[in-house]
């Protein structure tokens, strides 16, 4: 595994070089609300991290890129010690993490329905998890079709979409299609 501090300081560097980018980071709850916090200033990336105040409507990402916000930092379950690290599933709703290709239902998992960012679980639960499963889960008639249904069953667009090897299969174009966005091959 790869040292937190590490890849904190790789996420830094991949932001620094991609402004027009905002990243969702959920951290396990290996390490406490304090040592995450400290990794996170440590690796100059606290500034950037949005603190969303309790009941306000949600900003674009436009206008957190112009405010200097390319992070949302939620933690899996212990959160605290600073606005911008929050409670995952205060926040997020989700599919359940129990999918089968077979069904690749739109089943909720964590977080209540009401919540306003919707995360689309989508990979096959064996483990170790296999490339070649990933091609064949994350294609884009698989992908894209369930999270249009997703979105069709919950009333909600998946705003994150979360997979197996994101570089296997059409994740992004899948993404950019769900997003109304031209891709550079057309998603079905």
Known sequence: ATPM???????????DA??????????????????TI???E??????????????????????LLDDG?????????????????QPAFDVLQETALTATQADFACTPGRGDAANP???????LPRRPALPSDALEVNAADVLLERARRCAADRGDVPNIVAVDFYDAGDLF??????????GEDEAP
């Open 5 to 15: 501090g590490a890849a904190l300081v790789d996420i830094r560097d991949y932001l």
């Open 18 to 35: 991609n402004p027009g980018e905002f990243l969702v980071v959920i951290v396990q709850d290996q390490t406490s609300p304090e040592d």
């Open 38 to 40: 400290r990794e996170f």
């Open 42 to 63: 440590v690796a100059d990336l606290a500034q950037r991290a949005y603190a969303h105040p309790p009941g306000e409507p949600w900003p674009t990402l436009g206008e």
């Open 69 to 85: 916000k390319q992070l949302l930092v939620l933690a899996e379950h212990d959160a605290g010690g600073a606005d911008w690290y």
């Open 117 to 123: 960012l919707f995360l689309l679980n989508h990979w």
């Open 173 to 182: 174009t899948s993404v950019d299609a769900l997003n109304g966005l031209p």
